[in-house]
């Protein structure tokens, strides 16, 4: 098999049933597996609502380590459009000429480093590396910065073993307490103090409010950025020949990230809790209980997608949930995308190819169902 | 050369002009507020929602299955709804008038 496969597990619960179950410690999950019911539950956020106890709609549930908010993520409408429109363009500068030049800037040394090197570890010298000081740019922060995240290693939360980690979890959280008391201290103009600075309803974002939408950024964007980097150089290391086509059809890339997306699926699931009694795929769910909108699967549901285990560089009708559906869809999807087009591109113009040398799968174990959702090692040598 | 109007939320009224590529892309090329194309165009992020005049409809058609299924879900959708990154830029669009959804 490829090392770049990722298998769909759960294609025939989802065509059987359309929906998995699965423990997390001791607050079950009802898994929905396929594409419509999974966009239906993402926007009726009146029976499935993300403003349950902070941590309680991730999978692996973070009830245990967190009590701060993540914001906007953990609110439902109408409050969270209010939070949304405060922070949205901050996230839509991406899409900026100069913010661009400067990410190709960085992709661009991570891509050197890797060409000047022997052989690399992709996730941490690689994905890890770029991904950090790609979030330098959204942060608007100096680049040395990135290395205290570098030092944290590619997870925030989870560490080897051990599915939440409360230390490593707090590590984040002092760090963040103190960059906020900087950014008091002394405001400039990164994204710390632009948030202390805004207002939402007439009043000043407090202190925590500012947190919860860090540990939002900080979080969300670190092991999916890693894992979608990891997974494309796997991809043009199996796939030389799609190299060679974006080289010539650099117009298709737009096409090809979403593809990609759609086919890494970074994020597995997201969950919901359950406001009222409901049912979904003729199976009840119970009030208080959760069901996940499982964007993995549905990325791969063959009634709406044609060859759904294939990547199509330039699939022409891709409505995709890589980046989640609806009010809460991903903040930081156009950064990612950015990042990914950026690298690509990047790829097409400084690399003939890429030898895999060693890889250890990362299987996500959910339930009976088991994802390849990435790599824990990937060796390889650019050239 | 086929010539749009694209009205914005605010009523502004931006008459655009190209002769390849899809109307969301012609949207973006004259920053036509409130067309995104978050997703380059593949029908996945519904930033590019229209509302096609109702005497331009016979002009643009109506959206695909997959397509009329990403607007359901949204709050702003009415009959003549379409996401324009789905309709092509050509003479068979010559003159309609799209206006964003508030």
Redesign the interface.
Known sequence: MKVSKLPDPFKSAREDKGYGEMDDQNDPVTMLLRL?DV??SA?KYQTFTSEAKPGRIVVPSEVAIRDVRQIPFEVDPPMHRDYRTLVEDWF?RPNAPDYQAKLSVLVEEVVALALSADKIEVINEFSLRLQSRALTLLLNVPLEISKTWIDWGTHVFRSEGEALDGNKAAILYDYIDKEIDKAIANPGEDMYSVLLASEINGRKLTKEEVKGVMILTFAGGRDTVINALTNTIAYFSDHPESLIRLRREPEII??T??ELIRYFSPLTHMGRVVTEDTVVCEHAVKADTRVSLCWASANRDAA?FERPNEVILD???????G?G??HH?CLG??HA?QILKTLIRTLTEKVSSIEILESEDNIEELGHFKRKVGFHKLVAVFS | MPKITFITATGESIIAEGTSGSVMELAKQYNVSGI?G????????ATCHVHVAPADFNKTGAA?E?EA??LE?DDNVIKFSRLCCQIEVSDAVDGVTLTVPG
């Open positions: 419509k966009r239906k926007h839509r737009d096409k990230v979403e709406v699939r022409k009708m891709n409505p995709h949930v980046f559906f609806s869809n999807a156009t995308r | 995104d978050d997703c380059g165009g593949v029908c996945s992020c695909s997959i299924d990403m879900l």
